[in-house]
């Protein structure tokens, strides 16, 4: 995608195909309201409407036939969502209407605008930073309210803000450190060097730290349940869905081969995965399922690893993955507990009790800190500059000032990446090939 387009006028059906109640064609660039002027009969004629008003008459085909009635909305540069003259029509929303209109605004002179080219038009006229535009797409795809609610943080800017103080407390390092070199006889306090760094470097790593749950509220997460055989996984796997999906006899080793069903939990799409029963065996196929189920708690995002309340505790013959996220459960907490464990959380699949504290645990496990969190850091792109800066504040403390002044410069330009006001034209592309046409 070039930048010289930008004295195009664009058009596009800005509303989700299909049969609807209303649905927008909408027009961006210099041309807009005069090509609105050539389909358009109401009242005024749209180059005539102040900004912000609309108008309600009828869209006219070349030869005279009316399309539909409809309303036309202007919005005057800069105040639009592009920064430029937008014109909406906005019509009934059904593909035939839309097509129709649509096609008489390219013949009017606007062309087809690309995927995600009225959002490339706001961040080239400074109404947007790159986070910002990369969470206007979260909120067009959001299938969660954990989603939309990141989203919507990114859009408010408060991830430029976040990135802003950072910069700030940086750059009161890299003058002291600056100073240091210029004038080493006049000493510069500490607080102006080491102060500002360390608070930028809490805050970057807290920032990198959300990535992760960022990208679990987007794309969801996979959540295994572990345990012995016979310590309830298939029963606590169907109370927290609310339906019998898996089996469950009081034979241990009914599961063998793994099962995966989708829930909601706490706003995030989690994937629950019940696993075979995990014990030393000659059965051929009960051994794979046990290999299974070691691999599957490896690859998931969170473990449940489960205990029978009512047996003596026996500890599993596996390890379960170094650095996998845990969180234990005595099972079976409406009969006598065999034993007691603060660090377990007590459920009981039949009853229901411990549930709720479960789902919150999970929720915590998932989200953490970020749940509450000011900001996030929603895509790989922003989490690798992110990174990238922590990496050159780290080194910066604990380098001469010679190498640490290129080192914060350094972290500068990392952070300029992060929202994105100087990047290379590659990357903004990238940016916006994601997006669909309209947006
Ligand atoms: N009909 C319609 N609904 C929509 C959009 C749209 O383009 N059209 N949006 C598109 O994504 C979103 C809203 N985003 C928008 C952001 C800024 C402006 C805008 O015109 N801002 C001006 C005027 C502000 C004001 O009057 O207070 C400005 O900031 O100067 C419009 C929409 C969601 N809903
Ligand atoms: N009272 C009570 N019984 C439970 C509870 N959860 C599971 N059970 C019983 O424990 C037995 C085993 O339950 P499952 O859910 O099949 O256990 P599992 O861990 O999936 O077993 P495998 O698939 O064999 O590894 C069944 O008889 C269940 O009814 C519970 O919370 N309370
Ligand atoms: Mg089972």
Known sequence: ??????????????????????????????????????IFSGRRTPSRIRGGRFVFGQLIA??????????????????????????????????????????????????????????????????????QAEAVLGLVEAQTDAARRQASLGLSGALGTRVARIGANITRTLAAVQAMLDYPEEGVPEEDRELPLQAAEQDLSELVQSARAGQVATRG????????PNVGKSSLLNALLGYERSIVTPIPGTTRDYLEAGVELAGVP????????????????????VRQAVALAGAADLVLALEDGQQPREPLPTE?????????????????????????????????????????????ALLGD??????????????????????????????????????????????SDLTGRDVQEDVVDAVFRNFCVGK
């Open 370 to 415: 970020a749940a509450r969190s000011e900001a996030w850091l929603t895509t790989e792109r922003q989490a690798d500059a992110a990174r990238r800066a922590l990496g050159h504040v780290q080194a910066a403390r604990t380098l001469p000032d010679d190498l640490a002044s290129w080192e914060l410069e350094e972290a500068l330009r990392a952070l």
């Open 62 to 131: 070349a030869d005279g036939e009316v399309l539909d009635e409809g309303l036309c909305l202007v919005f005057r540069r800069p105040h639009s969502y592009t920064g430029e003259d937008v014109a909406e029509l906005q019509t009934h929303g059904s593909p035939a209407v839309l097509g129709r209109v649509l096609s008489r605004v390219l013949e009017l002179g606007a062309r087809l605008a690309r995927p995600g080219e009225f959002t490339l038009r706001a961040y080239l006229s400074g109404r947007l930073d790159l986070a």
């Open 320 to 364: 379960l993955p170094e650095g996998a996220r845990v969180i234990r459960v005595q099972t079976k907490a409406d009969l006598e507990p065999a034993w007691n464990d603060p660090g377990a959380l007590r459920v009981s699949a039949v009853t229901g009790e411990g549930l709720p504290e479960l789902r919150e645990a999970i929720h915590a």
């Open 221 to 228: 997460a996979r959540l295994a349940l572990i345990g012995r």
């Open 1 to 38: 995608m070039t930048r010289s387009g930008l004295t195009d006028t664009i058009a596009a059906i800005a509303t989700a195909p299909g049969s609807a109640g209303v649905g927008i064609v909408r027009v961006s660039g210099p041309e807009a309201l005069t090509v609105a002027d050539g």
């Open 270 to 289: 989690v994937t629950l995965v019940d696993t075979a029963g995990i014990r030393h065996t000659t059965d051929q196929v009960e051994a794979a399922g």
